[in-house]
């Protein structure tokens, strides 16, 4: 399989990404790993003529204390993040849910950033920033803006990013000690989650999302309102398929993501110590 | 676009359509065809190499993305007088292949990991092998190789 033919441009920085944005609007991609990008491309599912390659900014690949939080860079690859003893020690549910990501050779190439940016409500990274509460810094025209986690994402592949803006930062508040888990149900190991659910502990609350739930990466806001208004964790995981719109496929019909989500929902309540 | 790529230590120099994706570049433009396209869909690992000493998947990869990089393929990974990496010769010794197909990207893949993690479990070997398919399943004699090739006794 072989992309329709594209424009190549190698950014040597991120304003030089942000100027070739701003000359070819829509009709341009950024690229990071291109582990997202590259599949649709060849499939012809997507077909930018213009291609701006961000994958040599190393500098905006790094993992630093940024006080109440761990800033890591957009072009952070997934592996140097499963490995960081930073994340690992203040924000282990991410460090896990990286660690879950494709395979290997995978986590070798792919970003934190342009997991986010793809918006895919079937990966593991938008749901675990939901759970976390966490942020991205992003660049455009107009300069830098945050948007938080709840806001990022807008649609089915579709993040709230205007076509001429880059992510250049993933912040994630500091949970250190606080219980979590990430439940990501698939049938072979290196699959996409059929359903997945992340949670959070914040202050004896819960933050609860869900991976392949509905058309975009979605926090479980039954569970957390039940939770919230005294009611067990049993009975609030029974709430984790409300509201929500899963698709029907080859892996599984919506009858059987609405009960994996109620049932990974309570595991993960479990695992993160909701009583 | 004209990019240069060291492809087993030799430096390569090719203009190439942006959308030309490192495997094909490897095995058209270069003329190493122990990498195999197996899924294309990054799947199933057989289009395994390094970049740069880590283990990725060619065919989700594009030849401009390799430029000014260090590429290692199955044919780089025996000596010049034709001794097998330790990896190579622990796959024969413990018979860890069938067809074959799979083969190149299984040792790619396995040099990574035990660059990584010089001393893993089996469970470690057989997680870290997750991006690499054998349809024959000798994922057994696979995860033996492995093993020995770590120096743990079987």
Known sequence: MIPVAFDYVRAESADAALAALAEHGDEAKLMAGGHSLLPMMKLRLAYPSVVVDIGRLDDLSYVNDGGDHIAIGALTKHRAIETSDMVKEHAPLLAHATSQVGDPQVRHRGTIGGSLAHADAAADHPAALLAVGGSVVVNGPNGERVIAAGDLFAGFLESSLDPTEMITEVRIPKHSGAGWSFQKFNRRAQDWAIVGASVQQVNGAAQVSLVNMHPTPVRATAVEEALAGGASAADAAEQAHVGMEPSSDLNASVEFRQHLARVLVGRGLAEAGIA | ?154
């Open chain 2, 1 to 154: 676009m004209e990019i240069s790529v060291e492809v087993n230590g030799v430096a390569q120099s090719h203009d190439v359509e942006p959308r030309t994706l490192l495997v094909h570049y490897l095995r058209e433009v270069v003329g190493q065809t122990g990498t195999n396209v197996g899924c294309d869909t990054s799947s199933c690992g057989a289009c395994t190499i390094h970049l740069n000493g880590e283990a990725v998947k060619s065919c989700t990869m594009l030849a401009v993305q390799a430029d000014g990089q260090a590429v290692t393929t199955i044919e780089g990974l025996a000596d010049a007088d034709g001794t097998m990496h330790p990896m190579q010769d622990a796959f024969m010794k413990c018979h860890a292949l069938q067809c074959g197909y799979c083969t190149p990207g299984m040792v790619m893949a396995s040099v990574s990991l035990l660059d990584e993690n010089p001393n893993p479990t089996e469970a470690e070997v057989r997680e870290g092998l997750e991006g690499n398919l054998c349809r024959c399943t000798g994922y057994h004699n696979i995860v033996k190789a492995v093993l020995s090739a770590s120096g743990a006794s079987q």
